[in-house]
C-alpha cells in the first residue's frame, strides 16, 4: 500500500497478513496509542472494496463497528 509516511513494522506485518489472498486471517494488533492500528485493518478492507468495484461486483464488501460513538467519529474522519 502506498502510504503518505513510511509504515510500521506492525502495519506491514498486519498488510502482508491480511492480503487478498488471506482476507479472513484472524489478527491482533497490540501496539500503543497513536500508532496506526486502525490502518492495520482499514487500508486491508478498502482495498478489497476497491478491487471488487473495479471488477464490477456491487454490494456491501465490508462492515466497521466501533463500540463508542467518539472512537466512530474519529474513525469516520480518517477514512473520508
Request: proline content about 5%.
Amino acid at each position: 500500500f502506498e502510504t503518505p509516511r513510511p509504515a510500521w513494522s506492525h502495519q506491514e506485518q498486519s498488510w502482508q497478513r491480511l492480503s487478498m489472498q488471506h482476507l479472513a486471517a484472524s489478527t491482533l494488533v497490540a501496539t500503543g496509542t497513536g500508532s496506526g492500528k486502525t490502518e492495520c485493518f482499514l487500508f486491508p478492507v478498502m482495498d478489497h472494496c476497491a478491487r471488487e468495484r473495479a471488477a464490477g461486483r456491487a454490494g456491501i464488501k465490508g462492515l466497521v463497528i466501533y463500540p463508542m460513538n467518539a472512537l466512530a467519529t474519529d474513525q469516520a474522519r480518517r477514512m473520508a
